[in-house]
C-alpha cells in the first residue's frame, strides 16, 4: 500500500464514540480562532493517521474528550475529576476546553476508557507529551517517558483485562521555564518573542494491534549518487523481509533480506525529489510471519560544494539551490502547539509555497509527523531547530561575544542530547529536512562544537547549521547571521557556506486579528499594507547582491504573528497580510543563477580606500561633480568611532558631522544593469552621484547593507570621471561611515 493510499486509511480508522453522559465541549474563553476551529469535533478531533511513514491498516484514535485534573505534586490519581478536556489540545489551549496553565508546582492528571481491539499484541502511541509523563492501564503502570517533543510507544497487553472497559490515566508534569529541559519559547509568564506554556498531550494518542512479530520501524536514506535507496527494517534478525517499491501504484523495484540489517535496492532511472517536483516513492514492505506496513521515501542529495566561482554553496541534487523561507514557528492561536485539523497544518505549507519559498525554518519547536509528510508531498525544504534550553536563573544564555558556553549541569547535558538524538530518529526519513539546527542564537548553547560534531556524526546525510545566530564556535557546515531588519551576510569562507539565519521581522497590527488589542510589536513596525509591501521589497532589493557575493539562504522573521508578536506575512489567524503571488513574483529571482558583482567603487572592507572630508558645513553645491574639494582633508574610510567592526575604521570622526567625496572612473555606462550602494552608515546618511541624490538612508546600519540606487543618479553617470558625495550626521552613540558602489550583472544563460 502507497502513501497515497495510506491516506485512504483515515476514513476507517477506529475514532473512539462518546458517550450520551458526556457533556458539550466548547473552546475555552478564545481570544482569537483560526478559520479550521469551527471544523474541530469533539467526537473526532485530528481523526487522520498518525505516523504516514509507518502505516498500518488497523489502529484506534483515541483522541477525543477525557476526564482531567489539576492536582498537587505528591497527590495520588485523583478520586474526582475537574472536567473534560479534549485531547490532543495541550490543557493551556483553547481547544482543550479549559484554558488553564498548569505549572511546575502542579500534576495534570488524565482518564479515558476504551474497548480492546483484536490482536494478538496492543500497542499505545503518544505521538508528543509535554514533559514526563507515566502511564497506566488498568492501574498497571505501563510507561513512563522524559521529553516533549518525540513520540513514544508501549506493549499494553499484560495490563488488559478480559472482559468490559480498559481503563488509561496518564500523569504529566511539566516544569516550563523552571526547569532544565528542552522547551522551546514556552514561558510562563509569555510575553514578546515568548509565548504561552503548553503541559501535557499535544499530539494524537491511538492504539494499534500488531503481531508478536512485527515491524517496530524503519530507517530510510536515499543514495541519490546509486540510485538506489538503503532500508533497515527495525525487526528480529531472524525474520525475512521483503520490499516492494512503486511508482505510481506499478512495482519499479524489490529488494529481499532480514531483519535489522541493511537492504540496498537499485531504482532504474530514479526521479529526484526537489520543492519543484517532490516525487515520492511507495514502499511496502513485509515478513514473511506476515506483518506488513506502508511507507515512502523521496531520491534526493543535500551537501556543501563549490560552485564554478569557487563559492562554497548548497546543493540539492548535486545541483546549487538557494534556499529561501520563513522563520516557522508553528504556534495556533486556538491550539497552541497543536494546529485545529489536519487541513490548517497543510495550510501553512501551501501558503508558503504559495509565497514563492522553497523552504522553512520549524523554529525551537518539531511538528507531529503529518506536517513533515505534507512538506514531503508539496516540496517544502525544512531546517529543523532543536527546542531550547533556558532556565531561569541560570546562565543558559550565551550572548553573542561571549567566549564561554552556557553553563549545564551533567544532566542536562544528558537531557539535551537524548531529546536531540529522538528528535532526529523520529524524523529521519522525511525527504524534506535538509539541516539540522541543534542550537538558536546562544539559547542554551553548551559544547557547542561537540554538539554539532555528533549531530553530524550521527546523521551524515544532512547538513547541520552551527549555530543559528550569536556566538559562533567555527564549526558546523553552515555560519549563520541573524540581524534585524538587515539583510546582512558573513563573508564567504572556504569550508562553510554563508547563510543568513534570521532577518526582516516588519511588523503590521491587523485590527480583527491580534492576540490582543495593543502592545503589541515588531523589530520595525508599520502602519499599513502598502508600507509593510514597499520595506519588504527593499530588503529583497538589498538580499539580492549578498546572493551574488556568495549568501547560500536566506530566513525571513516570519510565517505568522503569534501571540503580541506581529512579524508574520501572516496574521496569528493566518489572514496573508501581503499579496501571496506578488511574494512569489518578487522571490522567483532568487531561485535562478545569481547575477555577478562587478565593483566599481571599492569600500573599506578588503582595505582602505582614499576620500575627501571635512567636519565643518561645506559652501552650497559640496556634491556636484565639479565642486573644488581640494581644501578638504584627505582620509582613509572608514570614518568614525566607537561602532563593533573597529577594524574598519581608518579616520577618526567624531564630530556630529561629516562631508566625503571620492572620484570614480567608468568605462562604460551600466546600461540595464542594477546599481547598488554598498554603505554604513551610522546614523542618518544623504548620498549623491554626480550631484543628483541616489539614496537618502535615516537611522544607522550595524554592517554593510545593500541599497538600489535611484533612477535619477544612474542617468547622471557619465564614461570617465564621476564623483560620488556623502553627508552623513550623528546624534547618539557609536558613529561609522563607508561606501562603495557595486554593478549587478545578471547570470548568463
Known sequence: MGHRA????????????????????????????????????????????????????????????????????????????????????????????????????????????????????????????????????????????????????????????????????????????????????????????????????????????????????????????????EVVVDAPADEEVSIDVRDAGRVVAQGKGRGAAPIVIEVPDAKPWSPDAPHLYDLAVRLASGDAVASYFGMRSIELRKDEAGIQRMFLNGRPLFQMGPLDQGWWPDGLYTAPTDEALKFDIEITKQMGFNMARKHVKSEPARWYSWCDRLGLLVWQDMPSVLVRGKRHNVRASQAEDADFTAQERIGFREELKALIDARYNSPCIVVWVPFNEGWGQHDTNAVLAWTKEYDPTRLVDGPSGWADRGAGDLKDMHVYPGPGMFPVMPERASVLGEYGGLGLAVPGHLWQGDKNWGYVSFKTKEELADNYRQLLDKLSPLVAKGLAAAVYTQTTDVEVEVNGLLTYDRVPKLDPAQLAAWHAPFYRPPPRVKTLVPTAEEAGQPWRYTVQKPAAGWEQAEFDAAAWQEGTAGFGAAIPRAALLRTPWSTSDIWVRREFTLDALPGDAALLLAVFHDEDAEVYLNGVKAAELPGFTTDYAHVPVAAEAVRALRKGRNVIAIHCRQTDGGQCLDAGLLQLEPAQP
Not at 473512539?16 to 476551529?37: D, G, H, I, V
Not at 498497571?140 to 478480559?162: K, M, N, W
Not at 521555564?177 to 498531550?201: A, C, E, L, N, W
Request: aromatic share 10%.
Open 6 to 229: 495510506a491516506l485512504v486509511l483515515i476514513l476507517v480508522a477506529l475514532v473512539r464514540p462518546l458517550s450520551a453522559a458526556e457533556p458539550a465541549w466548547a473552546p475555552a474563553q478564545p481570544r482569537l480562532l483560526t478559520p479550521w476551529a469551527k471544523d474541530v469535533s469533539p467526537a473526532a478531533p485530528l481523526p487522520e493517521y498518525p505516523r504516514p511513514q509507518l502505516v498500518r491498516e488497523r489502529w484506534t484514535n483515541l483522541n477525543g474528550l477525557w476526564d482531567y485534573a489539576i492536582t498537587g505534586l505528591d497527590a495520588g490519581v485523583p478520586e474526582a475529576w475537574d472536567g473534560k478536556i479534549l485531547v490532543p489540545f495541550a490543557v493551556e489551549s483553547a481547544l482543550s476546553g479549559v484554558g488553564k496553565q498548569v505549572g511546575p508546582q502542579a500534576a495534570l492528571w488524565y482518564r479515558t476508557s476504551f474497548e480492546r481491539p483484536a490482536g494478538e499484541r496492543l500497542h499505545l502511541h503518544f505521538g508528543a507529551v509535554d514533559w514526563h509523563a507515566q502511564v497506566w492501564v488498568n492501574g498497571v503502570r505501563v510507561a513512563e517517558h522524559r521529553g516533549g517533543y518525540d513520540p513514544f510507544s508501549c506493549d499494553i497487553t499484560a495490563a488488559l483485562v478480559d472482559k468490559g472497559r480498559q481503563t488509561l490515566v496518564v500523569r504529566v508534569w511539566d516544569p516550563s521555564d523552571f526547569g532544565g529541559q528542552p522547551r522551546g519559547k514556552q514561558k510562563s509568564d509569555p510575553g514578546g518573542i515568548f509565548y504561552t506554556p503548553v503541559t501535557g498531550i499535544w499530539q494524537t494518542v491511538w492504539l494499534e494491534p500488531v503481531p508478536r512479530a512485527h515491524i517496530r520501524g524503519l530507517k530510510i536514506t536515499p543514495r541519490f549518487a546509486d540510485s538506489a535507496v
